[in-house]
């Protein structure tokens, strides 16, 4: 159980694309999911909490028309990266609880590259 | 701000021995802990989480709790090579989120 499926795993774009990942809870509902960034050899970095039906908080420092946030409904969340730059490349991780007494269970990342 | 601490290692075992990982965190009023193991290039995978003061086990995997000194720790006894990975220690944000603070992880590379 506890199922997160991310997509996709791996993208390439061109410098000034968008870029959406999906993000969905297969088998609960996630009332919050959670969006992290990590660099090589770097622990993970919150970019952004979601819950369902409301605008997402973003943490200090993350542009937030740059990394649009939708969260539509309780398996489903998705990030937009807008006008993509080679310094946006990244290891992109979407997490996903329950509840406040509940672990975050992980996607399985979607690795970006921009050219 | 708060913070959960974690020595980055690398902790060094060799195969069979119990490998020892450690994590303090800053926010007292933080209620559940979780033990994390990424491998390089992977998301993180949840191994135990812990809530109550005290030991719990699950197979080779025991993690402790103690809330008054504010420390978590988790035990792999009868490592294997296949135990080489990060482990991210994260404890739960007090106040009624539900957001998590990972620790930076501390890597363990079980030898032959």
């Known amino acids: 159980g506890a199922v997160v499926s991310q997509h996709p795993s791996r993208v390439i774009c061109k410098s000034g694309t968008s870029v959406k990942i999906e993000c969905r809870s297969l088998?609960?509902?996630?009332?919050?999911m959670f969006w992290y960034r990590q660099f090589p050899k770097q622990s993970l970095m919150l970019m952004a909490t979601?819950?369902?039906?409301?605008?997402?908080?973003?943490e200090q420092g993350v542009e937030k028309d740059k990394f649009l946030i939708n969260h539509a409904s309780l398996t489903l969340s998705t990030l937009t990266v807008t006008s993509a730059h080679p310094e946006d490349s990244s290891f992109y991780i979407c997490?996903?609880?329950?509840?406040?007494?509940?672990?975050?269970?992980f996607g399985n990342g979607t690795r970006l590259t921009v050219t | 701000q708060k913070e959960v601490e974690q020595n980055s290692g690398p902790l060094s075992v060799p195969e069979g021995a119990i490998a020892s990982l450690n994590c303090t965190y800053s926010?007292?009023?933080?209620?559940?802990f979780f033990w994390y193991r990424q491998y390089s290039g992977k998301s993180p995978e949840l191994i135990m989480s812990?809530?109550?003061?005290g030991d719990k086990e699950d197979g080779r995997f025991t993690a402790q709790l103690n809330k008054a000194s504010q420390y978590v720790s988790l035990l792999i006894r009868d490592s294997q090579p296949s135990d080489s990975a990060t482990y991210l220690c994260?404890?739960?944000?007090?106040?009624?989120?539900?957001?998590?603070?990972f620790g930076a992880g501390t890597r363990l590379a079980v030898h032959p």
């Open positions: 997490s996903a609880t329950s509840g406040v007494n509940s672990p975050l269970h």
């Open positions: 088998d609960f509902q996630a009332t919050t």
């Open positions: 979601s819950n369902e039906g409301s605008k997402a908080t973003y």
């Open positions: 926010d007292r009023g933080s209620q559940s």
């Open positions: 812990i809530y109550s003061n």
């Open positions: 994260a404890a739960r944000v007090s106040g009624g989120y539900n957001k998590l603070i």
